[in-house]
């Protein structure tokens, strides 16, 4: 299995950036596609985006094409979601997640997901 741990989450001013990043350990990360969902307040957990194991592949939800960018480190573990634009209605609880890679590409279901991170909340202000 995968332990996984999300940071960089933070206050920010709507129009600013953040990097999201997220730490795999245990199993060799290549072995999952990975992805990023977030939960607003009163709101059911939605999908950010994915990427696969190799990197090569990614998908993004609608709302979030052209404004975040979802890529991965295999040397360092890591996937990252990079953000910009920030807008107040992207304050969310934002999770990274593993899906083993033989559960296909494109994975846009919380479902499909084998482990998650415990969330990095991210607040921007107005």
């Known amino acids: 299995q995968v332990q996984l741990v999300e940071s960089g989450g933070r206050l920010v001013q709507a129009g600013g950036s953040l990097r999201l990043s997220c730490a795999a350990s245990?199993?060799?990360?290549?072995?999952?596609?990975m992805g990023w969902f977030r939960q607003a307040p009163g709101n059911e957990r939605e999908f950010v985006a994915a990427?696969?194991?190799?990197?090569?592949?990614?998908t993004y939800a609608d709302s979030v094409k052209g404004r975040f960018t979802i890529s991965r480190d295999n040397a360092k573990n890591t996937v990252y979601l990079q953000m910009n634009s920030l807008k107040p209605e992207h304050t969310a609880v934002y999770y990274c997640?593993?899906?083993?890679?033989?559960?296909?590409?494109?994975?846009?279901?919380?479902?499909?997901?084998?482990?998650w991170g415990q969330g990095t909340q991210i607040t921007v202000s107005s």
């Open positions: 245990g199993r060799t990360f290549t072995t999952y596609s």
């Open positions: 997640a593993a899906a083993m890679r033989n559960k296909g590409l494109r994975l846009k279901k919380g479902e499909q997901y084998d482990y």
């Open positions: 990427i696969s194991w190799s990197g090569g592949i990614t």
